[in-house]
């Protein structure tokens, strides 16, 4: 089992730049697909990102493309979402999750395929 905790969020002006940390215990994240979503206030929970277990490919919802972009550091069993140009649409709450099968990137993109979720970070963007 894997714990995961989100970090980085905050207020930035439209045009600006975070960076999300996703900081995993219990297992080592480079065994884990590790994923990016985020929801909005009345919207369904997004794909925004994911980085695969063991090659680390890397896959974007087609929002974020061009301007995010997700990373791994296995010596500090983290995960990073650098965001730039944000926009005010991506505020929202985003989430890390893990899932450590050998799945496509098809599935890739869909919450039901990741198993466990950290508790979320608020990030609010200002036109």
């Known amino acids: 089992q894997v714990q995961l905790v989100e970090s980085g969020g905050g207020l930035v002006q439209a045009g600006g730049s975070l960076r999300l940390s996703c900081a995993a215990s219990?297992?080592?994240?480079?065994?884990?697909?590790m994923g990016w979503f985020r929801q909005a206030p009345g919207k369904e929970r997004e794909f925004v990102a994911t980085?695969?277990?063991?090659?680390?490919?890397?896959y974007y919802g087609d929002s974020v493309a061009g301007r995010f972009t997700v990373s791994r550091d296995n010596a500090k069993n983290t995960v990073y979402l650098q965001m730039n140009s944000l926009k005010p649409e991506d505020t929202a709450v985003y989430y890390c999750?893990?899932?450590?099968?050998?799945?496509?990137?098809?599935?890739?993109?869909?919450?039901?395929?990741?198993?466990?979720w950290g508790q979320g970070t608020q990030v609010t963007v200002s036109s």
């Open positions: 219990g297992r080592a994240v480079s065994n884990y697909n």
């Open positions: 980085i695969t277990r063991i090659v680390g490919g890397t």
């Open positions: 999750a893990a899932d450590g099968s050998v799945v496509g990137s098809t599935r890739l993109r869909r919450r039901e395929t990741y198993d466990y």
